[in-house]
């Protein structure tokens, strides 16, 4: 399963969860907008000129020698700091657009900081989702995302053109390693904050509610339960003496004191 937490203040949180759960909209978010203004960071490793010219040959074979010539100064002439590193950054993130999914339901952190410290929910996908976003049109790339210490390398001229940002796009601090992330990118105009697409409601086998959530909020998830009977209706609680996060599935008629044990 993958999930998406979600929260938003107020009543609000209501009309979110008839678009994400009911109608199976999905928010692709803009690489412009995430909370850290530092992922997406590299250092960029210039080519030989060889590996350069041969890649030119075979995925740019229509450049002329100027043109050539000019990309092999940005690369290593003196403004290489800004034409090799800084504005290939700023395009990247203009057109990619980002579903971030997690793979784990049960961490503090997640419900705290993105489902509005326990007021929102988290939906619970099936893996069928990920062939759906594949099939849309503007499709780029999905995959696990890898914590490290180190910043991704941006090797020029080292592979297929849309291999060579994959490392950029998937790799973040270690210090976000809880959010166990599996992404999916979307490529689209620049200057969106997102982009917004549809998935069959089916691929969405439940919901988990925070432990603060409100009762119509409980009521809206009980209402999709209803009409299908399949879809889980869970909520965040945890047992004496633990950190430890669980599930309880919630009766129509029955609430359990959750949240302050």
């Known amino acids: 399963m993958f999930y998406k937490f979600v929260g938003a203040a107020g009543d609000a949180v209501l009309d979110v969860f008839d678009k994400a759960v009911v109608l199976g909209s999905i928010k692709l978010s803009s690489a412009t907008t995430f909370n850290d203004p530092f992922e997406f960071k590299f250092t960029s490793v210039a080519p030989t000129r060889d590996m350069f010219d041969a890649w030119h040959r075979t995925w740019m074979p229509d450049l002329t020698p100027e043109q050539l010539e000019s990309g092999w100064e940005s690369l290593t002439g003196a403004q290489s700091s800004w034409n090799a590193g800084l504005v290939p950054r700023m395009n990247l993130l203009q057109g990619l657009y980002v579903l ?32 759906a976003l594949e099939a849309l049109p503007d499709f780029g790339m999905r995959g696990d995302v890898i914590y490290s210490e180190t910043v991704a390398e941006l090797r020029w001229c080292s592979a297929p053109p849309h291999e060579i940002p994959l490392p950029v796009i998937f790799t973040k601090s270690p210090d976000w390693k809880h959010e166990a992330e599996h992404r999916v990118v979307l490529s689209g105009p620049a200057g969106k904050d997102a982009l917004y697409q549809t998935v069959d409601p089916d691929l969405i086998a439940g919901v988990v509610l925070g432990a603060r959530v409100s009762e119509p909020l409980i009521q809206k998830a009980l209402a999709v339960r209803a009409a299908r009977p399949e879809f889980t209706v869970d909520v965040v609680s945890s047992a004496r003496g633990t950190y430890a996060l669980t599930a309880d599935r919630i009766d129509d008629d029955v609430r359990t004191m959750r949240g302050i044990l």
């Open 100 to 131: 971030c999914l997690a793979r784990r339901w049960d961490n503090h952190l997640m419900w705290s900081h993105y489902a509005d410290m326990h007021r929102g929910f988290a939906i619970r996908y099936k893996p069928e989702l990920l062939a």
